[in-house]
């Protein structure tokens, strides 16, 4: 997983959701949501930046599941 920026994938995509606790990811003003998370990488089936996880989520859950982070 990396930290970055919440981007939208798609014209049609506005916003994501923590993949473990659904907290919100979206860029719009009047969401309060996140602005920055991990996020999958081009390993992923689905492909790099599908799935997003809050930091508080990836801090809780990086040792159980065995998350790393890379650059």
């Not at 801090?59 to 065995?66: A, N, Q, T, V």
């Amino acid at each position: 997983m990396h930290w970055i920026k919440y981007y939208q994938l798609g014209e049609h995509w506005d916003h994501d959701h923590c993949a473990a606790c659904g907290t919100m990811f979206c860029l719009h003003e009047k969401c309060d949501s996140q602005k920055e998370g991990y996020a999958v990488t081009e390993d992923y089936q689905l492909g790099e930046d599908y799935e997003w996880v809050c930091r508080s989520c990836f801090e809780e859950m990086k040792d159980i599941l065995d998350w790393k982070t890379v650059s």
